[in-house]
């Protein structure tokens, strides 16, 4: 089996990147993580990724005078990687158009609301504003529009009185950490049909 070469994009605590390596330890996943990027060299998630032997990347985006110039790092870096694939996982920047139709077709991302519900940010609190009585996550594919790709797997999870936007990101995380694997794994082995 030929593994499938990932690359993860983080600015954070990279939990869902934690999932994803995690699960590509499995000798019979169709995938690999070859390497993790972020745009925070602070970004907690590096510290797991350098633990478990994933080859880490950092550049802020505040070098560089335009969006563009920023992107062209990313995609010199995934480039010398050799990817197939790219998810974010929690990487809090909007890419150029440019950027993003270059690797539609090879990119995933996941977001914490069932999409097309409550793109953008506080999804959790926007569910609550909104009174939903079920939320979730959703993994789907980038396109140049934000949150905007066609979905390949969602989970519910169920709203509880008294939740927070605390509270309910917590369970929806459980459900992300569930679906983002599975999602790569369907992905890599060619279940999914191209985008
Ligand atoms: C996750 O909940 C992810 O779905 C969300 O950020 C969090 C990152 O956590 N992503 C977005 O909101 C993207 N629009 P993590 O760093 O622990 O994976």
Redesign the pocket.
Known sequence: MSRKRVAIL??????????LIEAAKAPDFPAEIVGVFSNKSD?P?LDFARANGVPTATRSHKDFATREDFDAVIDQTLTAWQVDYVC?????RIFSTGFARKWTGRML?????LLPKY???H?HQQALDDGASVHG?TVHWVIPE??DGPAILQAQVPILPGDTAETL?AR??VA?HRIYPEALRMLASGEIAPL
């Not at 605590?13 to 934690?18: L, P």
């Not at 974010?88 to 809090?92: N, R, S």
């Not at 991302?109 to 609301?113: A, D, F, L």
């Open positions: 983080i600015s954070g605590r990279g939990s869902n990147m934690q999932a970004a998630g974010l996982a929690g990487f809090m991302n996941i977001h914490p609301s793109k953008g940010l999804p996550c934000l949150d990101a929806t995380l992300e």
